[in-house]
């Protein structure tokens, strides 16, 4: 097990993030890994603001809600790579598909997508879609996805910490653990950010997307033996779909 990384935060944590989480171009910047996940939902935001800049420029060239809710997932696909959305179809093929835990693994590291994931990357992107369809027609949307960006990439640090390692390479291996302070700030940030663009709704909100993902974490340790890049991946879109349903 990869010892967990406790130095203190450090303004470059901020592109460690966004080089990690995102596929923005960034100037040269000596990534840190874990330590960095504090950051992460600072990228999160960054994340949720493209979104919603998307979603405002559908609305003023006269698109619909729906269209400019697509457009906000669009964009924040692009600007991640897809990088979550590919870890929810692969944890639902996984950890649904797989009798014993390495053909769990098998399954997981197979770039192809089967039925499980197909269905779970569709109902959750749906979900997604339409929550956010409702907030384009007339809700507070761009402060909706800046908060959701943010809250979602804690259960990613959570998890990240709570669980080993299930496999002895990939990319949450070479990441490393974060230390549970690190975690803490990361959750502090988050949740004074949405705070400030949603109001007190945002607590009860984080805190049912925080049961949600505890669950993937329960069925991760059960089924694989701990976390993957690909759990934390689920475990951000599971997050954002239930935070952009609860939030108004």
């Known amino acids: 097990m990869p010892p967990r990384d406790t130095a203190a935060p450090r303004m470059a944590d901020i592109l ?3 080089g990690l989480l995102t596929r923005l171009p960034l100037p040269d910047h000596a990534p840190r890994g874990a330590e960095a996940a504090w950051a992460w939902p600072l990228a999160g935001a960054v994340v949720g603001l493209i979104g919603a800049a998307a979603a405002w420029l559908a609305l003023t060239v006269g698109a619909g809600p729906g269209a400019a809710a697509a457009a906000a997932l669009v964009a924040q696909a692009l600007t991640t790579g897809g990088l979550h959305e590919d870890g929810l179809s692969d944890t639902a093929d996984g950890l ?14 197979d770039s192809r997508i089967g039925s499980f994931g197909a269905l ?11 929550a956010l369809a409702a907030l384009c027609a007339g809700g507070p ?4 996805l800046v908060a959701a960006g943010a809250l979602s990439r804690v259960p990613m640090a959570a998890i990240m910490a709570a669980l080993p390692n299930a496999r002895d390479t990939g990319l949450s291996r070479l990441t490393g653990r974060p230390a549970g302070a690190t975690v803490a700030l990361a959750a502090c940030l988050a949740l004074a950010l949405a705070l400030i663009l949603t109001g007190w709704q945002a607590l009860p909100a984080a805190l049912i997307a925080a049961l949600l ?10 089924r694989i033996g701990g976390q993957t ?6 475990s951000q879109q599971i997050a954002e779909a239930t935070l952009l349903s609860l939030l108004k």
Do not use: H, N, P, Q
């Open 213 to 222: 993902c505890a669950g993937l974490a329960r069925a991760a340790r059960s």
């Open 16 to 18: 460690s993030a966004l």
């Open 120 to 130: 779970a990357l569709i109902l959750v992107t749906l979900a997604r879609w339409s």
């Open 141 to 144: 949307f761009a402060a909706v």
């Open 96 to 109: 649904l598909g797989g009798r014993t835990r390495e053909r769990r693994l098998e399954i997981m590291k």
């Open 229 to 234: 890049g690909d759990i934390l991946g689920a």
